[in-house]
C-alpha cells in the first residue's frame, strides 16, 4: 500500500505535469470508483474544471480544482494515478479517465479498494475521513511531545499505535516497522511504556525514515509506481521489511518474523528492546 513517502511522490510527479490543466472529459470504466458530491454526479461536477494545485494529507492526494472542489484520492493497497502526454488506450485494471487539454490522468487499481471522491473544498476536513486524521509527521508542529500526547493512554502495542492513522497520518507497514528498527524500540512494546528519551528517538526515526522514503521516491515492494510509471528505490536501503528471516545488517541475528495489529512485522529482538 502506498504510504506517505509513496503518496508524496505520486503528488509531485503528477502535479509537474497537470497543473493548470483543465480536464475536458472524464471517462468512467468502473463507476464505483468515483463518488460524487449530493446529488450531483462526478462526472458533471468535474469536467471543464482546471487543475490548480495537489497537496497531501497522510495518505490522500488533494487534488485542488477551481471552483472550489477537491478530488480525494486515496490509492488503498494497489491504486495508480498515471499521466499519459499523448492519448492512452485504458490498461485493464484502469476504472478512470480524466481527458486534459494536453494529456490524460488514468486511475487504475488491480485490488479497486482506491476511491476518488469530489467534495466542496470547504468541506473537505469536516465532512471527509480527513477529519479524524492525526498530524503530518514531517510538519514543524510534529514534535515528541505531539506524539506522545497522541499515544496518551492507550494500551496498544506500539506497531499498533504507529499504524493508527489517528494517531500519526501516513505511516503504513514499510515505515513503521523501519521506524522501529532505526529507533531499538521492539514492535509489541505497549505505548504507554515508552520513556521520553524513547519517544523522543522514535519521533526522530519517523521523520528519518519518512523523509529517506521521499528522497528515494518510494518503496515499490510490490505494485507502488509514481505517476510516470517509474518504481521508488527505498526497497534497497529497506533494514527489516521484507527481510523476516534474513540477518539483521547491524548485529547479524535472524530477523523474527512476527504477526502484530494483524500485520507481518520484522524485527530484530537484539537490536529492537
Ligand atoms: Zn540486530
Known sequence: ?????????????????????????????????????EDQSFEDLVTGRRIQTIDRRGKYLLIRLDSDL???????????????AEKQEPAKHTHVVL?????????????????????????????????????????AEFTPGILKERFGKKKLSIKAALLDQHVLAGMGNI?????L???GISPERGVDTLS?????????AIQNVLQAGIDAQGTSFRDYRDANGEKG?????????????????????TLERVRLAGRTTVYCSSCQK
Not at 509513496?6 to 497543473?19: A, D, F, K, Q, W
Not at 477537491?70 to 499519459?84: E, K, S, V, W
Request: proline share 5%; charged share 25%.
Open 175 to 179: 515505515y513503521v516497522d523501519e521506524s
Open 181 to 183: 528498527f532505526q529507533a
Open 196 to 204: 521520553e528519551e524513547e519517544i523522543s528517538k522514535l519521533h526522530r
Open 70 to 84: 477537491t478530488l480525494i484520492a486515496h490509492m488503498r493497497m494497489t491504486g495508480r494515478l498515471n499521466y499519459f
Open 99 to 139: 481527458s486534459l487539454d494536453h494529456g490524460e490522468v488514468h486511475f487504475s487499481d488491480v485490488r479497486k479498494f482506491g476511491r476518488i471522491q469530489a467534495i466542496p473544498t470547504p468541506l473537505c476536513f469536516s465532512g471527509s475521513s480527513l477529519c479524524k486524521l492525526g498530524p503530518e509527521p514531517l510538519e
Open 233 to 253: 528505490f527505498f526497497e534497497q536501503a529497506l533494514q527489516v521489511y521484507g527481510r523476516g528471516g534474513k540477518p539483521c545488517t547491524v548485529c547479524g541475528q
Open 1 to 37: 500500500m502506498p504510504e506517505l513517502p509513496e503518496v508524496e511522490t505520486i503528488r509531485t510527479t503528477l502535479s509537474e505535469h497537470v497543473s493548470d490543466s483543465k480536464i475536458e472529459k472524464v471517462k468512467l470504466i468502473w463507476a464505483s470508483a468515483v463518488c460524487g458530491w
